[in-house]
T-cell receptor, first 114, second 112 residues
Framework: DSGVTQTPKHLITATGQRVTLRCSPR?????VYWYQQSLDQGLQFLIQ???????AKGNILERFSAQQFPDLHSELNLSSLELGDSALYFC?????????????FGEGSWLTVV | GQNIDQPTEMTATEGAIVQINCTYQ??????LFWYQQHAGEAPTFLSY????GLEEKGRFSSFLSRSKGYSYLLLKELQMKDSASYLC?????????????FGDGTTLTVKP
């Protein structure tokens, strides 16, 4: 158990719908990351927050948005869902963004768009 | 940005030693991580290198050469449970938010 909690674990929804994935980082971690992993593909960096502020953006679609709240939990919002959005979405956290700060991953949220 | 290359697949025999290579071209470097990921599960941290040289941790060792943009993960005394994907990740400097970019992973199959 990494200490990073993600909900829901599994989600099935229809095209065009909107979903919200939630992440609670490890206690004491200020930095939160979201990654997408499609079937048989690598981890694609989506977005990073540090202490409530957006710090880095990767290949995140405009239909997707995220935020980190004052209590440091984060949400990833996916809207106008398409079949291709079906993937495993990981949240990860680290203490900070320094070189030695290990990133710990949650168990992921399986999203299936039908 | 970052470009990270790893072999797609490798096969080895139980009890043997295997070396998984990772090369990277980056606009900045602030450390390299190796993660293990079993199918459908979360990546788990294996090792971290920021200085040149070898870091040993039990059956796993990781090596880094910053001048060559090269790292490898060495797995000794392979066990069946080591069958997994191994991800190399490069961390960018703090000035670029310190985000980490992952390679596509090397799928290792350990055979009896």
């Amino acid at each position: 158990d990494s200490g990073v909690t993600q909900t829901p674990k599994h989600l099935i929804t229809a095209t065009g719908q909107r979903v919200t994935l939630r992440c609670s980082p490890r206690s004491g971690d200020l930095s939160v990351y979201w990654y997408q992993q499609s079937l048989d593909q690598g981890l694609q960096f989506l977005i990073q927050y540090y202490n409530g502020e957006e710090r880095a953006k990767g290949n995140i679609l405009e239909r997707f948005s995220a935020q980190q709240f004052p209590d440091l939990h984060s949400e990833l919002n996916l809207s106008s869902l398409e079949l291709g959005d079906s993937a495993l979405y990981f949240c990860a956290s680290s203490v900070g963004t320094g070189s030695g700060n290990t990133i710990y991953f949650g168990e992921g949220s399986w999203l299936t768009v039908v | 940005g970052q470009n990270i290359d790893q072999p797609t697949e490798m096969t080895a025999t139980e009890g043997a030693i295997v070396q998984i290579n990772c090369t990277y071209q980056t606009s900045g470097f602030n450390g390299l991580f190796w993660y293990q990921q079993h199918a459908g599960e979360a990546p788990t941290f294996l090792s971290y290198n920021v200085l040149d040289g070898l870091e040993e941790k039990g059956r796993f060792s990781s090596f880094l050469s910053r001048s060559k943009g090269y790292s490898y993960l060495l797995l000794k005394e392979l066990q069946m449970k080591d069958s997994a994907s191994y991800l190399c990740a490069v961390r960018e400097p703090y000035t670029n938010a310190g985000k980490s970019t992952f390679g596509d992973g090397t799928t290792l199959t350990v055979k009896p």
